[in-house]
């Protein structure tokens, strides 16, 4: 099975801090992507990856960045965290064949 | 642009009752459908799904059928356990062009107990 990894469960990080949000798959998939989810708004895409070095926005990638640069890993960069990016992050990765999403247990981020 | 629209939660049920959650969609195209759950505390997982119109998605008791004519995916069991307490997500995805993302709906909670 295809498995998706996200280094931290929880975070506390500080207003204006740079935060990293790192996600790992095992399955040599090209696409990947990172949702935000908020209640009553149900995720939302914020960035994607459909090659190493190769990124789209998403629907709401203000004030995020990412970075690709081997094709396991993805990651997700707070330039400057502020408390309005408080909320629960999701890695996707999808297979070329089906187009089946695995998707990573989140990473849930307070930002103080 | 493409949306999904789900009833609003939470639901709350009574073990083996019938359970309904509607999901109505947007979209250009030819999209195909899924419901992904949410179980507490863990990612989110591909329940079922559907490639065109009038297929039926089935998985562990859940069904769904995609209905091009309502452009409804509405999800469904006949008589829900308590394990089945979790978040439900409808998604689509575009058939082509954008086709390399999920649009999601906002989430239906569903709460069954004893």
């Known amino acids: 099975d295809v498995k998706v990894t996200q280094s931290s469960r929880y975070l506390v990080k500080r207003t204006g801090e740079k935060v990293f949000l790192e996600c790992v798959q095992d399955?040599?998939?090209?696409?990947m992507f990172w949702y935000r989810q908020d209640p009553g708004l149900g995720l939302r895409l914020i960035y994607f990856?459909?090659?190493?070095?190769?990124?789209e926005k998403g629907d709401i990638p203000e004030g995020y960045s990412v970075s690709r640069e081997k094709k396991e890993r993805f990651s997700l960069i707070l330039e400057s965290a502020s408390t309005n990016q408080t909320s629960m992050y999701l890695c996707?990765?999808?297979?070329?064949?089906?187009?089946?999403?695995?998707f990573g247990s989140g990473t849930r981020l307070t930002v103080v | 642009g493409n949306s999904v629209t789900q009833m609003e939660g939470p639901v709350t049920l009574s073990e083996e009752a019938f359970l309904t959650i509607n999901c109505t969609y947007t979209?250009?195209?030819?999209?195909?459908l899924f419901w992904y759950v949410q179980y507490p505390g863990e990612g989110l997982q591909l329940l079922l799904k559907?490639?065109?119109?009038?297929d039926k998605g089935s998985n562990k008791g859940f069904e769904a059928t995609y209905r091009k004519e309502t452009t409804s995916f509405h999800l469904e069991k006949g008589s829900v356990q308590v394990s089945d307490s979790a978040v439900y997500f409808c998604?689509?995805?575009?058939?082509?062009?954008?086709?390399?993302?999920?649009?999601f709906g906002t989430g239906t909670q569903l709460k069954v107990e004893l």
């Open positions: 990856s459909y090659d190493v070095k190769m990124k």
């Open positions: 998604a689509l995805r575009e058939s082509s062009g954008g086709g390399n993302k999920l649009t």
């Open positions: 996707a990765s999808r297979e070329p064949i089906n187009y089946g999403y695995t």
């Open positions: 559907a490639t065109k119109a009038d």
């Open positions: 979209a250009t195209g030819y999209p195909s």
């Open positions: 399955m040599d998939h090209e696409n």
